[in-house]
């Protein structure tokens, strides 16, 4: 799941990602994957990506229950859907 949420210590609106036990699995090459893995992965990239401008900051990570979370800056912006659908803009894929 992914939610818009308000961290109650700084009182800035986040994103929350969650990971939950037995989704997204499957199998690549010798090793299990699933969301817990690819929500930890995600984590260690936007780390690494931490310093770069335009890039999403990763805020914490944190295990509730079973479950798995990803806190990160919440950046306004606007759907892509809207974002392709404006006059002014043409996406072509090829030339």
């Known amino acids: 799941g992914i939610y818009?949420?308000?961290?109650?210590?700084?009182?800035?609106?986040v994103v929350l990602k969650e990971a939950r036990p037995h989704t997204a699995h499957f199998r690549l090459e010798s090793a299990d994957i699933d969301a817990f893995h690819l929500l930890e992965h995600e984590y260690s990239i936007l780390c690494a990506?931490?310093?770069?401008p335009g890039i999403v900051k990763p805020i914490e990570m944190f295990s509730v229950w079973e479950h798995r979370f990803l806190v990160e800056e919440h950046v306004e912006g606007i759907p892509l859907s809207q974002y392709r659908a404006r006059r002014d803009?043409?996406?072509?894929p090829f030339e």
Not at 4 to 13: K, M, Q, Y
Not at 49 to 52: G, N
Not at 89 to 92: D, E, G
């Open 4 to 13: 818009r949420a308000r961290d109650t210590l700084t009182d800035r609106l």
């Open 49 to 52: 990506l931490r310093d770069i």
């Open 89 to 92: 803009i043409s996406l072509l």
